[in-house]
T-cell receptor
Framework: DAGVTQSPTHLIKTRGQQVTLRCSPK?????VSWYQQALGQGPQFIFQ???????QRGNFPDRFSGHQFPNYSSELNVNALLLGDSALYLC???????????????FGSGTRLTVV | DQQVKQNSPSLSVQEGRISILNCDYT??????FLWYKKYPAEGPTFLIS?????DKNEDGRFTVFLNKSAKHLSLHIVPSQPGDSAVYFC??????????FGAGTTVTVRA
């Protein structure tokens, strides 16, 4: 059973460019969340998608946007890249009903984005 | 606004001994707390969790303690094994949506 799949695994972009990261959730999961992990820090919540809509958003500028498709896969788009956007971007998926346990949050291995 | 803090960036422990990882939080509304383990080049994997209505939860070698009055939780690993060497993240959630993570503690288990 495949877990959360993210692509690409590594990416190098130039300042000002735009980037799209992709995530396929674990089978049976319908909710996708995105996190940014800068070097030496814990993951920071970007946003969560459920039923193809953004359900909750963290403290990230509008340059960060996302999309969820009918098959529950998701994309994270970042426009006008800054050097500070260099980080590991993690996707996490969860099943329809997680209750209060959060056992359902399964993380992918991430996409390492380097902005030069 | 860092609502979850792990003040010890690293911990070195001898194989077979106890590892104690600490975590402090500021938001008293958090209703669930979790520990994740992360190896290099992998995503975080769920380790153990505890509800805010409990003060202890055990799962094999792992025990999490919650002190709500002090807004503090800890993870005990007994006995520590070489495979436990990893980065451990404390996380908290409110209403089962986003996870707020600490900065992590790197655990090294010495043979």
């Amino acid at each position: 059973d495949a877990g959360v799949t993210q692509s690409p695994t590594h990416l190098i972009k130039t300042r000002g460019q735009q980037v799209t990261l992709r995530c396929s959730p674990k089978s049976g999961h319908d909710t996708v969340s995105w996190y940014q992990q800068a070097l030496g820090q814990g993951p920071q919540f970007i946003f969560q998608y459920y039923e193809e809509e953004e359900r909750q958003r963290g403290n990230f500028p509008d340059r960060f946007s996302g999309h969820q498709f009918p098959n529950y896969s998701s994309e994270l788009n970042v426009n006008a890249l800054l050097l500070g956007d260099s980080a590991l971007y993690l996707c996490a998926s969860s099943p329809p009903i997680t209750g209060l346990s959060n056992y359902g949050y399964t993380f992918g291995s991430g996409t390492r984005l380097t902005v030069v | 606004d860092q609502q979850v803090k792990q003040n010890s960036p690293s911990l070195s422990v001898q194989e077979g001994r106890i590892s104690i990882l600490n975590c402090d939080y500021t938001n008293s509304m958090f209703d669930y707390f979790l520990w994740y383990k992360k190896y290099p080049a992998e995503g975080p994997t769920f380790l153990i969790s505890i509800s805010s209505i409990k003060d202890k939860n055990e799962d094999g070698r792992f025990t999490v303690f919650l002190n709500k009055s002090a807004k503090h939780l800890s993870l005990h690993i007994v006995p520590s094994q070489p495979g436990d060497s990893a980065v451990y993240f404390c996380a908290a959630t409110l209403a089962d949506y986003k996870l707020s993570f600490g900065a992590g503690t790197t655990v090294t288990v010495r043979a």
